[in-house]
């Protein structure tokens, strides 16, 4: 089970931290992302780090503003935003994928929470 939170409504070239709780006896064996979906958008990659090495990846309209990480001991993965523009505005989902290497495409990731929203405004 994946919990969200941190959301909420910022300005533009605000900063925001997500975070996602997991579930304290499986969380380590998961690659974790962080997904979004804008209203009449589909769901899009945004950042993802593995198990335990440490490893990123971002999507390129992020790349330099967003840093996901994680702490296994307290089971938690964090989404830190800054320099956020107006299409941040979206559900930011925390999901997990059992794959060792980082994919970008939402069918390698098999749990998801129930997002927190995030909106942005100038």
């Known amino acids: 089970q994946l919990t969200e939170s941190g959301g909420g409504l910022v300005r533009t070239g605000d900063s925001l931290k997500l975070s996602c709780l997991g579930n304290?006896?499986?969380?380590?064996?998961?690659?974790m992302g962080w997904f979004r979906q804008a209203p009449g958008k589909e769901r899009e990659f945004v950042a993802a780090i593995s198990k335990r090495e440490g490893r990123t990846k971002y999507a390129e309209s992020v790349q330099g503003r967003f840093t996901v990480s994680r702490d296994n001991a307290l089971n938690t993965l964090y989404h830190q935003m800054n320099t956020l523009i107006i299409g941040g505005t979206a559900v930011y989902y925390c999901?997990?994928?059992?794959?060792?290497?980082?994919?970008?495409?939402?069918?390698?990731?098999?749990?998801w929470g129930q997002g927190t929203q995030v909106t942005v405004y100038s």
């Open positions: 999901e997990a994928s059992q794959t060792i290497d980082i994919y970008m495409g939402p069918a390698q990731y098999s749990y």
């Open positions: 304290k006896d499986t969380f380590q064996y998961f690659t």
